[in-house]
């Protein structure tokens, strides 16, 4: 399956039916790193039900213990940081989930969660990676995930709206900033991480109302605005909203909204993740660059472990 | 007090003994904003004792209980997402601390911090925001605190290294982009808001070793790289600053590293956190802007104001 191919796989990995058998914990720890790390973002944004805690390094809270709910999650089930974190989740007696394609991290856990396909990008496998955590927590409904299947389904990846800002920007060789807003705020890091490693680009993201404390200020009164692309998803909430018109017209600056799909915030929550999706991989091609090589996060890898920088031996 | 003045103004913060009498409970919730926000920012990073969530915004999270300490931090008083969040705290039972310089929020608490100057930028008071945690939850010891009074106290304003990076970044309008690894990831934050708000100039914050799973690839084949000003605040892992090492070179990215001074976490994060302060004020002058003036910031809270998107009445 070509790069693209892998992209449009999103609609069928909502279907995966795997869940938590057991959830009955005091709180949950979700460690995850990168196209993996997203899917513990997005779960700690919506999760409100019990304190829910990321980790996004090779240690882990002290507070971690047989109260805990600690789900590693980690596409290629290699991934250095988060074997380092579930090895020791498991010392502190925590009952240890993982979600992977298998390989070392999928011997690790009280129950391992093994996704259907390991030949994709990690970063393609979103819906593997998130679908069991929305389940598990009820999140989601079976009917939400039927329709956000057809959300996406029914999104035009040569949609006008899609190829515009992908053309403008890559015309103007912009640097483009995501700005978001609640229930949709780790979705801004998502693209962010897209615009990375899809169309190679310097991005950066951030939201409201935190953002009105100092990007605004910035905003203002910067050197270079004309410089950058603002891409704004539009939140659900009607104060966040107005906050991102009031932001427009005092620092004088063009948002360009991305306006979600759908009733239920699955649906919105798919629709924009795909979106992004596609606005990447067209600005990667635009600019010349394969939208489905990151080889680069490989090399850094490869760099630790030639320099035995391998954390179990030391942690 | 001038706005120079109110930046040094932060070592006399740190003998600031006020601290929270009742920490007995299951998890804490720290809810606060931008200048304000940045206490509860740090202290979810080095407090890992217990699980800690963070509030940046109306809404707080449904498993706030009477077991949760609900710590509500604003300088002025008078935020509304602050409010908001602590409003609710106490409708759903929490234990509600508040720490303020007086206003609104000081009638709310079960306890109320009360700071002993209330003329400060909310963002020059980041010692009096942050102290009382760092005590109530024994994070720093009083030897500490004392050690890192004479660490800011030391640190030149006008040192060579400061003034340097200001100027190379003023002289080609670069874009500063500050990294960071534990345990500072969220002083790389608090750069970025006084990059804003000091210089007014765009800045993004991010960390490793969540930056080589994206930023990686964007810094090996971004376009427009040589815009951005790279400085990279030296993490206390040498994990990571291997990481910073391989990455720099892999990508071919000149990162300017900043060395933390001090033996113990509490004196190097005092001298990172004045660092940033300084170097983003040298940055504004050498702009000609004044580091001081954020009016913008009231200009979107009296727009919400005017347009009657006062939370209380809706939420």
């Not at 409904?141 to 890559?170: F, P, Q, V």
């Amino acid at each position: 399956m070509d790069y693209l191919g892998e992209i449009e796989s999103l609609k069928n990995q909502l279907s995966f039916s795997e869940t938590i058998k057991d959830t009955d914990y005091d709180q949950i720890v979700i460690a995850g790193m990168g196209g993996s790390g997203i899917a513990g973002k997005i779960f700690q944004e919506l999760y409100t039900e019990k304190p829910v805690r990321l980790v996004e390094d090779y240690r882990i809270p002290k507070f971690v213990n047989k109260n805990t709910l600690f789900i590693a999650v980690s596409y290629s089930g290699t991934t250095e940081e988060t074997l380092s974190a579930a090895t020791q989740a498991k010392r502190q007696g925590a009952h240890l989930v993982t979600i992977s394609s298998g390989q070392q991290l999928s011997k690790l856990g009280h129950q391992n969660i093994i996704l259907p396909n390991s030949s994709l990008q990690p970063r393609a496998a979103v819906g593997y990676l998130l679908v069991p955590l929305l389940r598990s927590f009820k999140i989601s409904t079976e009917r939400e995930l039927n329709l956000a299947y057809r959300s996406i389904a029914g999104l035009d990846k040569n949609s006008e709206e899609c190829k515009k800002h992908a053309a403008k920007i890559s015309a103007e060789k912009k640097i483009p900033v995501i700005y978001s807003g609640a229930p949709f705020k780790s979705v801004a890091y998502r693209w962010k991480t897209q615009m990375n490693e899809n169309a190679k680009v310097i991005c950066y993201a951030n939201y409201f109302p935190e953002l009105n404390h100092n990007d605004t200020v910035a905003l203002a009164k910067t050197y270079r605005k004309d410089l950058f692309y603002f891409l704004v998803l539009e939140s659900d909430y009607p104060e966040i909203r107005k906050r991102v018109e009031l932001t427009a017209s005092i620092t004088n600056t063009e948002f360009h909204v991305i306006k979600a799909k759908g009733k239920s915030v699955t649906e919105r929550l798919f629709y924009l993740i795909h979106f992004g999706d596609y606005l990447s991989y067209h600005l990667g091609k635009l600019r010349g660059v394969d939208p489905g090589d990151v080889t680069l996060v490989n090399e850094i890898k490869k760099g630790l472990v030639k320099n035995d920088y391998s954390p179990q031996t030391r942690l």
